[in-house]
């Protein structure tokens, strides 16, 4: 797995894009143009429902820091609006601000979660996919929020990173797509 940040122009949002890859997925993290933050899931050609990341202590200490720090500044506030919902499951569990399909005209609402659960080496983010696409988005939305203020919390997160991630470009990054890519196009022809 390997986390970094590549520097794009978003006009007028941050140029920071933060980079989780693994074997199964690429998982962009940025600043949207409307402002929200996104977090894109792209686990082509397959659609994955579960995808996981292991932020090791020993490899990301200071990611895992920025978690930490960010779950206990969460916790202080455990009477806003929201904050009940967050932990139901016994972790941090965010229901994407947006729903999965909202040009849907009729018919519920379906959500994507992203579940940061503390292991013994670091902590453990998941991205679940409730669509049927390989595609698929966690958004927090900058100016509301079913959290409530919690959202700045994790917008702190999201610029903290710049700080904790290493920077790359974009080639060392469109490398990094061909080659999970390729690596998974050789497993289906296996």
């Not at 490899?59 to 895992?64: A, H, V």
């Not at 988005?137 to 959290?147: A, H, L, Q």
Request: charged share 30%; proline share 2%; net charge negative.
């Amino acid at each position: 797995m390997e986390i970094f940040n590549v520097k794009k122009d978003n006009f007028d949002c941050s140029e920071n894009n933060y980079y989780f890859i693994n074997e199964e997925a690429i998982v962009c993290f940025y600043q949207g143009l409307n402002c929200d933050l996104v977090f894109r899931i792209d686990t082509y050609p397959n659609i994955v429902k579960k995808v996981t990341f292991i932020i090791d202590k020993s490899k990301y200490k200071e990611i895992c820091d920025l978690i930490y720090n960010m779950l206990e500044e969460i916790h202080l506030r455990k009477d806003i609006i929201g904050y009940n919902e967050l932990f139901e499951k016994g972790y941090f569990s965010w229901q994407s601000d947006a729903p999965a399909n909202e040009e849907q005209i009729t018919g519920d609402f379906i959500y994507n979660y992203l579940n940061i659960i503390p292991v013994e080496s670091g902590y453990k983010l998941e991205f679940i996919n409730n669509t049927d696409d390989y595609y698929f988005c966690v958004e927090i939305n900058t100016d509301r929020s079913r959290y409530d203020r919690i959202r700045f919390d994790m917008f702190n997160l999201f610029k903290k990173l710049e700080y904790a991630c290493h920077e790359e470009n974009d080639k060392f990054l469109k490398l990094k797509v061909k080659a999970l890519k390729l690596a998974k196009s050789n497993k289906q022809i296996k």
